[in-house]
């Protein structure tokens, strides 16, 4: 079975600061894509990534970026963290454009 | 863009049926997803159907798919309270590395 591991469950953070969410995957996926949730919205796609190096801006990229060095990892980076990030983060991978798999998501607070 | 619509709760007496619907618009869909989520956890794949099917049965599960109306259903019978959860529905376009998911239907299922 495929694992999704995101490093943190719960994360607490001030406004301002830098925060790294990681996932990593180890299916060999080429695809990964980092996904936010919040009640009422669903998922909203943030970044996604179809091989290393390489990322594509999701429908709500404002206030993040992201890193993929290696094929199974795929970090999320919050610049300087607001209120306003204060979310459900979950990371997915897939093998070409079949189905998705996901992590346990991490419930990030800031305040 | 694409869009997936379904509704946002559904309670259901344990025993009974549920069905779950959702409605999307693009016509180039290739797979269509249900996903489960139990609170606090991430996505699980529950089931999906390539686009040129009808319907799929998966023990209690039954997915039923209308093409010309894009309308996509899950039913689960003899509802259990085990299936309390939000149910998402995605879908995904040829060529396209990313999911589609709508905003999720909250189930209750009640006693």
């Known amino acids: 079975d495929v694992k999704v591991t995101q490093s943190s469950r719960y994360l607490v953070k001030r406004t301002g600061e830098k925060v790294f969410l990681e996932c990593v995957q180890d299916?060999?996926?080429?695809?990964m894509f980092w996904y936010r949730q919040d009640p009422g919205l669903g998922l909203r796609l943030i970044y996604f990534?179809?091989?290393?190096?390489?990322?594509e801006k999701g429908d709500i990229p404002e206030g993040y970026s992201v890193s993929r060095e290696k094929k199974e990892r795929f970090s999320l980076i919050l610049e300087s963290a607001s209120t306003n990030q204060t979310s459900m983060y979950l990371c997915?991978?897939?093998?070409?454009?079949?189905?998705?798999?996901f992590g346990s998501g991490t419930q990030l607070s800031v305040l | 863009g694409e869009d997936v619509e379904q509704s946002l709760f559904l309670s259901v007496r344990e025993g009974d049926s549920s069905v779950i619907n959702c409605t999307y618009t693009?016509?180039?869909?290739?797979?269509l997803y249900w996903y489960k989520q139990e609170p606090g956890a991430g996505l699980q794949l529950l089931t999906y159907?390539?686009?040129?099917?009808d319907m799929k049965q998966d023990q209690r599960l039954t997915v039923l798919l209308n093409k010309k109306d894009k309308h996509l259903s899950l039913r689960i019978a003899d509802t259990q309270t085990g299936d309390s959860a939000i149910y998402f529905c995605?879908?995904?376009?040829?060529?396209?590395?990313?999911?589609?998911f709508g905003a999720g239907t909250t189930v209750t299922v009640r006693a």
């Open positions: 159907i390539f686009s040129n099917m």
């Open positions: 995605a879908e995904s376009i040829i060529n396209d590395y990313k999911l589609s």
């Open positions: 997915a991978s897939s093998l070409r454009n079949e189905k998705l798999f």
């Open positions: 299916m060999d996926h080429e695809n």
């Open positions: 990534s179809y091989d290393v190096k390489m990322k």
């Open positions: 693009d016509s180039s869909s290739t797979y």
